[in-house]
């Protein structure tokens, strides 16, 4: 299997801030990559398909590079509904996602 | 509007069984493969299996191989898992979640609002 890692697992930031996620795959995925966001007590929501394609309807101060083994996700401002946990997921092989990572208010 | 609606989730004993559903509507759901993902309590996301579109292909993690189905009733827009010899690790609360499946992969486009299973004696 794919193991996914994510870095940091947790960050405080401020409203406005530019927060940058990393996520690395344990091999190659070429862009089988994606991002979610999940809200606490909600179900989680897509943000980032194929690696840098923003889902239709999500704020495009979210935005997904890399290929390969690296990818990265970056929130250019950070607002207040952004707190949450942001998950990265190949789909390469069979599916797995990385541990997450927090985002909470500083 | 795309709308995903899970049920049968409860308590169940260890070795028991347990069968989810996953009511679909707003889309063509003979269409589109679909997924189990699972959330262990304060843990994070596990993928658990999917389904093609026509049921011609079921794909499963390892945890759950030969004790898991996934299965769907496109007359009825309906997904489900049923979970036989159940263990404490598969506590979680279940999400089923519409695919989308093209250039860069396939990518879990929708979710449900997830139904908690617990295992437990």
């Known amino acids: 299997d794919i193991q996914m890692t994510q870095s940091p697992s947790s960050l405080s930031a401020s409203v406005g801030d530019r927060v940058t996620i990393t996520c690395r795959a344990s091999q190659s995925i070429s862009n089988y990559l994606n991002w979610y966001q999940q809200r606490p007590g909600k179900a989680p929501a897509i943000l980032i398909y194929a690696a840098s394609s923003l889902r239709s309807g999500v704020p495009s101060r979210f935005s997904g590079s890399g290929s390969g083994t690296d990818f990265t996700l970056t929130i250019s401002s950070l607002q207040p509904e952004d707190f949450a946990t942001y998950y990265c997921q190949q789909s390469y092989s069979t599916p797995t996602f990385g541990p997450g990572t927090k985002v909470d208010i500083k | 509007e795309v709308q995903l609606v899970e049920s049968g989730g409860g308590l169940v004993q260890p070795g028991g069984s347990l069968r989810l559903s996953c009511a679909a509507s707003g889309f063509s759901f003979s269409t589109y493969w679909m997924s189990w993902v699972r959330q262990a309590p304060g843990k994070g996301l596990e993928w658990v299996a999917n389904i093609k579109y026509d049921g011609s292909e079921k794909h499963y993690v390892d945890s759950v191989k030969g004790r898991f189905t996934i299965s769907r009733d496109n007359a009825k827009n309906s997904l489900y898992l049923q979970m036989n010899s159940l263990r404490g690790e598969d506590t979680a609360v279940y999400y089923c979640?519409?695919?989308?499946?093209?250039?860069?992969?396939?990518?879990?486009?929708?979710w449900g609002q997830g139904t908690l299973v617990t295992v437990s004696s």
């Open positions: 979640a519409r695919e989308r499946v093209g250039v860069g992969g396939s990518s879990l486009q929708y």
